[in-house]
C-alpha cells in the first residue's frame, strides 16, 4: 500500500503552477518557469523574470480579478510556448514530408500563433455558452415547465439563480469526468498532480528528490480548482441581485459581474489559506474533492519535471514566498 507524507508543512508559499502540454509551469515571486519533456526524454527549462505586481493587483476585492486576467495570460502564453516545444521537437525527430497545401494551410503553417491564439478565444466562446447561457437557458426553461408561481422579488431571483448555480455545478463537474476520459487530458492531469506533490515536499522543507515528492499527496488546499468552485458557489448570491431577463441580457450582466464574483472568491481562497480552522477547511473541502477529477497520480519522469520548474522559481529570500 502506498505511504503518503504527512501534510503538516513548515511553511505556506506563494508559488503556484499551471500543468501544461507535457509539462508545467511555475510562478515565483521573481520568476517563472517553464518545464517541458521533449519526445526524446530531454527537459527543457525555460526561465524569465517576473515583475511584481503593483496598483489594482494588490487592493482587496479588486485584486482577484486583476489578477485572474493576469494569471490567465501568462497561462495562455505558457500553454502555447509548450505546445510549440512539441512540435519543434516533433519536426526535428521527422521532418514533415512537402505537400501541396491549401493556401489556408500555408498561411497557418506561417503563423502558428494565430491559428493557437483561434483555438483559444474558440475555447473562451465555448465555454461561454456552455457555463452562462446554457444554464441561463435551462433555468427559464424548467421555471417555464413547472409553472412557476413568483413570490416576492428577492425569493425568486435567489431561488432562480440557486438553480442556476446547480444546472452550472453538474455541467462542470460532467465535463470534467468527460474530460478526465481523454489520454491526452489525463496526462494533464497527471503533471497537475504533480505540481501538487512538488510544491507540498518545499512547503514541508524537504529536498525536492523524486523519492520525497513521491510521497506526498496530490491534493493542495490551495489550488485554482478551489478558485473555480467558490466563484460558482459566490455567483449564486451575486446573480440573484440582478435578477432575470432576456437571454442575451442575463449572458451581458453575468459577464459584467465576474470581475465581482472572482474578487470575492480571489478573498476567500486567500483567508482559507491563511489560516486553519472549521470555517476555512469548509471553504476549501469542495475544492480538495473536485482534484479527484483535476489530478492524478503523476509518473516519476513527471516529477521530475516538476522539480525542475519549480527548482527555477525559488527565491534567495525565503520570507518573499510566504503566503
Given at each position: ?279 476555512t477547511r469548509l471553504i476549501s473541502l469542495p475544492g480538495l ?31 518573499s514566498d510566504q503566503w
Amino acid at each position: 500500500m502506498k505511504q503518503e507524507a504527512d501534510s503538516s508543512c513548515t511553511k505556506k508559499t506563494s508559488i503556484g503552477g499551471q500543468a501544461l502540454i507535457e509539462g508545467l509551469m511555475m510562478l515565483g515571486p521573481e520568476r517563472k518557469a517553464i518545464a517541458s519533456r521533449r519526445p526524446d526524454g530531454q527537459i527543457v527549462t525555460e526561465i524569465s523574470d517576473r515583475a511584481p505586481m503593483k496598483g489594482l493587483a494588490n487592493i482587496p476585492f479588486v485584486r482577484g480579478s486583476v489578477r485572474l486576467v493576469s494569471q490567465m495570460g501568462v497561462g495562455i502564453s505558457a500553454l502555447l510556448r509548450s505546445a510549440e516545444i512539441q512540435e519543434e521537437a516533433e519536426a526535428e525527430q521527422d521532418p514533415p514530408p512537402e505537400t501541396n497545401s491549401s493556401k489556408i494551410d500555408s498561411w497557418l503553417e506561417k503563423h502558428p500563433k494565430f491559428a493557437l491564439w483561434g483555438t483559444v478565444f474558440a475555447g473562451l466562446g465555448f465555454s461561454i455558452l456552455l457555463f452562462i447561457l446554457v444554464p441561463s437557458l435551462l433555468t427559464d426553461g424548467l421555471k417555464y415547465l413547472s409553472g412557476w408561481q413568483a413570490g416576492s422579488a428577492g425569493k425568486t431571483n435567489l431561488v432562480l439563480s440557486a438553480l442556476e448555480g446547480i444546472i452550472r455545478i453538474i455541467i462542470f463537474l460532467s465535463y470534467l469526468w468527460f474530460s478526465s476520459r481523454i489520454k491526452e487530458i489525463r496526462r494533464v492531469w497527471m503533471y497537475h498532480g504533480s505540481e501538487h506533490k512538488t510544491i507540498a515536499t518545499y512547503e514541508a522543507g524537504e529536498e525536492l528528490t523524486v523519492e520525497n515528492v513521491r510521497r506526498h499527496s496530490r491534493f493542495h488546499p490551495r489550488c485554482g480548482t478551489s478558485f473555480m468552485f467558490l466563484v460558482m458557489v459566490v455567483s449564486i448570491l451575486v446573480f440573484a441581485l440582478v435578477g432575470r431577463h432576456g437571454a442575451v441580457m442575463n449572458v451581458l450582466l453575468r459577464l459584467a459581474l465576474l470581475p465581482l464574483v472572482a474578487g470575492i472568491s480571489y478573498e476567500l481562497i486567500r483567508l482559507a489559506g491563511r489560516f486553519d480552522n472549521p470555517v476555512t477547511r469548509l471553504i476549501s473541502l469542495p475544492g480538495l474533492a473536485l482534484q479527484r477529477l483535476t489530478t492524478a497520480e503523476p509518473e516519476d519522469a513527471m516529477l521530475e519535471v516538476a522539480i525542475s520548474a519549480m527548482q527555477a522559481v525559488i527565491p534567495a529570500d525565503p520570507d518573499s514566498d510566504q503566503w
